[in-house]
């Protein structure tokens, strides 16, 4: 169901907490089996907007946030910027909210993928 999402999508936008300086279990499942998937049918993906946020207690983000644009990357994909990296700092569910920098980010992340997404579909 997931994967035929993204393959109807024109961006794919994944987003993790970061759990032991990596993404969750579930995420990693659903990238190697779309992976897999993509890459069997001529890179599925390829050239789809993709982009990546996660969350984190205090760090480890960055490696999380790797982990999800390799699997754009591979996937031939094209992967739209920001300001900062895209990811947010809580301690308890809800927290990131008060995260001013992490939603500016996220704001210009948005902006940017709708941008390349108007850019590609001339």
């Known amino acids: 169901e997931c994967i035929e999402k993204m393959l109807a ?3 794919i936008l994944l987003g ?5 300086a990596d993404i969750t279990t579930e995420m990693k499942a659903l990238i190697d ?9 001529g890179n599925m993906f ?4 993709g982009a990546a946020v996660v969350t ?16 754009f990357l591979i996937g ?3 992967i739209p910027g920001s ?4 990811m947010g700092f ?15 980010t996220m704001k210009i992340l948005g902006e940017n993928m709708g941008w390349l997404l108007q850019k590609l579909h001339r």
Do not use: Q
Request: net charge positive; aromatic share 10%; glycine share 10%.
């Open 83 to 86: 300001d900062y990296w895209n």
């Open 56 to 71: 984190a207690r205090r760090g480890g983000c960055v490696h999380a946030f790797d982990s999800m644009n390799h699997f």
């Open 16 to 20: 993790s907490p970061t759990y032991f």
């Open 33 to 41: 089996r779309a992976g897999l998937v993509a890459r069997a049918n």
């Open 90 to 104: 809580g301690l308890a569910p809800g927290d990131v909210k008060n995260d001013a920098e992490a939603l500016a």
């Open 46 to 49: 390829k050239r789809k907007v």
């Open 9 to 11: 999508s024109d961006g």
């Open 76 to 78: 031939e994909m094209i």
